[in-house]
């Protein structure tokens, strides 16, 4: 079982937008920001969101993060069908003095 | 452009030790965290624990302690991750990942290992 808690699946029609809710404790999200990797198949993640709210180079803008208190939202706006990934949420947890992560939300474009 | 190349694909026995590494280019080394992460097939991700290579002072996941050891070798750029006493549920495909600092997050990770355990 995950620390931080996430939905499994999720899905959406092609320029439709899907939110993914991630939630914590205050021991991590609550205490930490968040970052969100999404992981294509047969891939390594790759880092889409961190400090909540901020895309790395080159990272459309259609994904944006938020957070409020303990729990985490990635929102999809324009979805298209190469958006079909697995989207993992992470903090870092002060009790366990580690990175935790979510189970993952596996996203399918109908 | 920072890049981190992993090791191949393992077999191993229960009981048996692994030994993963993980080159990085660049001087990013130095002064970034090298983190190790894994995952089982069909689950999600698990950090197994991490290492600053300029002090080489590393943390584990609790889940793991004891049985994981994670090492940096500043002079060729490599991190390498061993997990001793292997068990079935050790099969996972192992990443290593660089922290960026500034972001507080995995910006770039290794193209994955397999490590397999079976008898």
């Known amino acids: 079982q995950s620390v931080l808690a996430q939905p499994p699946s999720a899905s959406g029609t092609p320029g439709q937008r899907v939110a993914i809710s991630c939630s914590g404790s205050?021991?991590?999200?609550?205490?930490?920001?968040v970052k969100w990797y999404q992981q294509l198949p047969g891939a390594a993640p790759k880092l889409l969101i961190y400090n909540n709210d901020q895309r790395p180079s080159g990272v459309p803008d259609r994904f944006s993060g938020s957070k409020s208190a303990t729990s985490a939202s990635l929102a999809i706006s324009g979805l298209r069908s190469e958006d079909e990934a697995a989207y993992y949420c992470a903090a870092w947890d002060e009790s366990l003095n580690g990175w935790v992560f979510g189970g993952g939300t596996k996203l399918t474009v109908l | 452009q920072v890049q981190l190349v992993q090791s191949g694909a393992e077999v191993k026995k229960p009981g048996s030790s692994v030994k993963v590494s993980c080159k990085a280019s660049?001087?990013?080394?130095?002064?970034?965290?090298i983190n190790w992460v894994r995952q089982a097939p069909g689950q999600g991700l698990e950090w197994i624990g991490g290492v600053l290579p300029t002090f080489s002072t590393a943390n584990y996941a609790q889940t793991l302690q004891g049985r994981v050891t994670i090492t940096a070798d500043e002079s060729t750029s490599t991190s390498y991750m061993e997990l001793t006493s292997l068990r079935s549920d050790d099969t996972a495909v192992y990443y290593c990942?660089?922290?960026?600092?500034?972001?507080?997050?995995?910006?770039?990770w290794g193209q994955g290992t397999m490590v397999t355990v079976y008898s």
């Open positions: 990942a660089r922290e960026a600092v500034a972001l507080r997050a995995f910006d770039f």
């Open positions: 660049g001087d990013t080394f130095r002064n970034s965290p």
């Open positions: 205050s021991s991590s999200i609550g205490s930490s920001t």
